[in-house]
């Protein structure tokens, strides 16, 4: 009797083994809410004494970790996949020498737009909309920020602590 259960064993291993290859070759599982701060750090090499800003939604994650003198960063976005997927990819990250110094607006179609900033501009507010559904946005004017904004932003404004505009240098 025991002997007709280990092929039926094997088959079943041999199974749960190729169901495990398959998802892993479909690229479906992605990283999990809870890791996705461990995963930039790992993937960018940050250092675990390194501050983080980070906005989430359903299909966007944007982080922006930089150290003590705020002097040094590294960006990182993930993304939600459509279909059957589960968890956040890896969409970019890295450093970009104007982001220093400016607003980084990235847009991801039908997904959403990611504002990061080491606030040299000391950006107070994030302004979207357009006359009655304006949304205001609070931003520490003496930090760096992350913000993800709803793909279907009319427009954009943010404003420094005086009450000037401040426009993005890049959005793509």
């Known amino acids: 009797m025991k002997t007709e259960k280990i092929p039926i064993l094997v088959g079943i291993v041999l199974i749960i083994l190729l169901a495990f290859l398959i998802v892993w070759k479909a690229d479906i599982l992605g990283v999990s809410g809870s890791r996705l701060e461990q995963d930039a ?18 299909d966007i994650c944007a982080m922006l970790f930089y150290d003590e003198d705020v002097q040094q960063y590294v960006y990182s976005v993930y993304l939600t996949r459509e279909g059957l997927s ?39 507010k994030v302004v979207t909309g357009n006359g009655a559904a304006e949304e205001i946005m609070p931003v520490e004017p ?3 920020f ?19 505009v401040v426009t993005l240098y890049d959005t793509k």
């Not at 990235?106 to 107070?124: P, R, T």
Request: net charge negative; aromatic share 8%.
């Open 142 to 144: 003496t930090k760096p």
């Open 41 to 58: 750090r790992e993937r960018h090499n940050v250092p675990s004494s390194w501050e983080l800003v980070q906005a989430v939604n359903e």
């Open 86 to 124: 589960y968890g956040y990819f890896f969409a970019e990250g890295g450093t970009e020498k104007l982001m220093s110094e400016k607003v980084k607006g990235i847009a991801f179609e039908n997904k959403g737009i990611v504002l990061l900033s080491l606030n040299q501009d000391n950006i107070c």
């Open 146 to 164: 992350a913000l993800v904004l709803p793909a279907d932003c009319s427009e954009i404004a943010m404003y420094d602590a005086k009450d000037n």
